[in-house]
C-alpha cells in the first residue's frame, strides 16, 4: 500500500498516518479529505478511511462542513495556545511519573532509536522530519502511561498546537540544539531521578 504498512487495525494506522501528515504540514490547514481519494491512495475500502477521519475529526484535526466534505481544520490561534501548552505539559509529567519507575532497557533502546534519526534530520536540515519525529518522541512518553484515555488527551491538545510546531520547527538558528534538548531529556531519564526528568520535559515544552 502507499507509504505505511497496515495493521490488524488499518483505520488506526490510516489515522495516524494523516495526522502526522496534517500536523508537519504536509497536508495542509483547509485541505479537503475526500474518501475515495484516501480509498485508493491506502488501497483500502472506504470503510477504514470513514473510520480513520470520524477519529481525527474527534481530535479535532478535521471538521465537516455542509457541500464541503472532510477538511483539514484550523489550528488554533496564539492566545489559545498560550492555554494549550501548560495542558500538554501537565499531561506528558503526568505521563511520566505513571512510567517512570518501571522504565526498561527497551524504552531507552527505542529513544535512542529516534535521537539517531533527529541528529540526522538536525545535520540535514529536514525540519518536516525533525518536527515529526519531535512529535514522535513526546508521543512515546504518554504512550507508555497505563492511564486510560490519556493518549487521546494528548492528541486532542497536539491538534490544537499545529501552527505552534511548525513555526518552531521552520528553520531555527541552530537545528543541532533540538538534538541536544532531547538528549539532555534521555540522559536525565537514565539517571533515575524523577523531579528533575520532569523539568527537563516540561523545558522542553514550550
Same mark, same amino acid.
Not at 462542513?65 to 498560550?82: F, I, L, T, W
Not at 521552520?170 to 534538548?181: A, G, I
Not at 520532569?198 to 522542553?204: D, E, G, K, V
Given at each position: 500500500?502507499?507509504?505505511?504498512? @497496515? ?10 498516518? @494523516? ?18 481519494? @484516501? ?5 483500502? =475500502? ?9 477519529? @481525527? &475529526? ?16 484550523? =489550528? ?26 518501571? !522504565? ?15 541528529? &540526522? ?9 525533525? +518536527? ?7 508521543? =512515546? ?8 484515555? !490519556?493518549? +487521546? ?54
Amino acid at each position: 500500500m502507499s507509504q505505511i504498512e @497496515l495493521t490488524s487495525n488499518p483505520s488506526a494506522s490510516i489515522a495516524d498516518q @494523516l495526522r502526522m501528515e496534517i500536523i508537519t504540514g504536509r497536508i495542509e490547514e483547509g485541505a479537503a479529505l475526500r474518501e475515495v481519494s @484516501l480509498a485508493e491512495r491506502f488501497e483500502v =475500502s472506504r470503510a477504514p478511511i470513514r473510520e480513520a477521519l470520524k477519529q @481525527l &475529526a474527534h481530535e479535532g484535526m478535521v471538521e465537516s462542513k455542509p457541500n464541503c466534505g472532510m477538511r483539514v481544520a484550523p =489550528s488554533s490561534s496564539k492566545s489559545m495556545q498560550e492555554l494549550v501548552i501548560p495542558l500538554r505539559q501537565t499531561v506528558e509529567t503526568f505521563a511520566l511519573r505513571s512510567i517512570f519507575d518501571d !522504565l526498561k532497557n527497551d524504552d531507552f533502546a527505542e529513544w535512542e532509536a529516534l535521537l539517531t534519526e533527529m541528529k &540526522a534530520a538536525c545535520e540535514n536540515q529536514d525540519f518536516l522530519q525533525l +518536527t515529526e519525529l519531535d512529535i514522535k518522541f513526546h508521543q =512515546s512518553i504518554v504512550a507508555r502511561s497505563p492511564e486510560q484515555g !490519556l493518549m +487521546t488527551i494528548w492528541l486532542t491538545l497536539v491538534s490544537r498546537l499545529r501552527r505552534h510546531f511548525l513555526e518552531g520547527f521552520q528553520k531555527p538558528n541552530d537545528p543541532m540544539k533540538v538534538y541536544y534538548e532531547h538528549l539532555a531529556i534521555v540522559s536525565m531519564f537514565r539517571s533515575g531521578k524523577l523531579e528533575p526528568s520532569i523539568q527537563a520535559l516540561i523545558s522542553n515544552i514550550d
